[in-house]
């Protein structure tokens, strides 16, 4: 976890700012051990550079629990991922593609601070700390599963990018409200759990004018597809339609800005929207998207 991050997080349980006690650095500069305080008497220790605001595993759905696994952890960047979109989409969606679309709609070179959620191996989180590199800010990744975020670590030291590693729930985020410029969530939608708490937290941390970049499985058209995703959803995973999704992000004060469907896969921007008195939705900042 790097000191930058301290002025953005906050206590999950109460959002009080965070007190960095007993802390150790590394020789790259990374607080690799220590406890961060709250007033309201939590303490989340920080291990292996990674801080920890849940305690034990607890993972309630198949699909959860399985992310928790060190075997799905060491296989999810080597053997899935880098052909899931092209899988996914039926068409060439190589990671150059994916990941110049996400860092470009949610702007990461203007800098500020990133919040790349349910990051499993760290793949967006990285691509935005090297589109971050020239611009004042940071990138953290969060996930509920310890062995994701430790490979995730791993990963982003061998590519000699800063990114900081956070294991929380994507329904109660340790960041501050309004800090974040952009939020990622590449493919977790479908397996988070609770979709409407955890898009209110998506738009509770988001600045004004930030940005929510979302990759998400939708309900495949064909009888095949569908058989398959009725299968997989008794483990935990959901799947909307385009227009159900958009509606779930509206409800969250989540304005849709743009989306491109490739496949059963959708590519979101939202940003944040604020409600007149006639009931109506309005992004919080009008601006040149
Ligand atoms: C499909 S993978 C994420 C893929 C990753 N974003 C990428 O683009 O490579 C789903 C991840 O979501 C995490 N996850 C699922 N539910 C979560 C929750 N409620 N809070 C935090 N992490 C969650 C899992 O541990 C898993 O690592
Ligand atoms: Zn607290």
Redesign the pocket.
């Known amino acids: 976890m790097d000191e930058e991050l301290l002025p953005w997080l906050c206590c999950p349980t109460c959002s009080s700012a965070l007190d960095l006690r007993d802390s150790r650095c590394d020789a790259h500069g990374e607080i690799v051990a220590g406890r961060l305080h709250c007033g309201c008497g939590a303490v989340y220790p920080i291990r292996d550079g990674i801080a920890d605001f849940l305690g034990p595993p607890r ?1 309630p ?1 198949i ?2 629990l399985t ?2 696994l060190p075997a ?2 060491w296989a ?2 080597r053997l899935w ?1 880098p052909f ?1 979109l092209t899988l996914l989409s039926g068409e060439s969606f190589p990671y150059q593609r994916e990941l110049a679309l996400v860092t470009e709609w949610v702007d990461a070179a203007r800098g500020g601070l990133f919040v ?9 989180a990285r691509a935005l700390a090297r589109a971050l590199r020239h611009a004042p800010g940071h990138v953290v990744g ?4 310890l062995p ?1 975020l430790q490979e995730a670590r791993q990963r982003a030291r061998a590519a000699g990018v800063r990114v900081s590693y956070l294991r ?4 109660a985020l340790p960041v501050a409200s309004g800090a974040a410029s952009g939020v ?5 939608l ?5 979709l409407d708490a ?1 898009l209110r937290e998506v738009r509770r941390v988001l600045a004004d004018d930030g940005r929510f970049v979302a ?1 998400t499985l939708l309900t495949a058209r064909s009888a095949v597809g569908r058989a398959v995703q009725g299968a997989v959803s008794v483990g935990g995973i959901t799947f909307w339609s385009r227009e159900d999704l958009l509606q779930r992000f509206r409800a969250a004060g989540l304005h849709p800005q743009r989306d491109e469907q490739h496949g059963i896969v959708l590519f979101t921007l939202a940003s944040p929207c604020r409600e007149d008195s006639d009931g109506k939705s309005h992004p919080a900042v009008s601006g040149n998207r």
């Open positions: 993972p759905t699909a959860q992310n928790e799905t952890a999810y960047e991922r899931a790349d959620v349910a990051c499993s191996n760290g793949l967006y969060i996930d509920h599963a994701m929380a729930s994507a329904q990622t969530i590449g493919g977790s479908n397996e988070i759990g609770d955890c990759m």
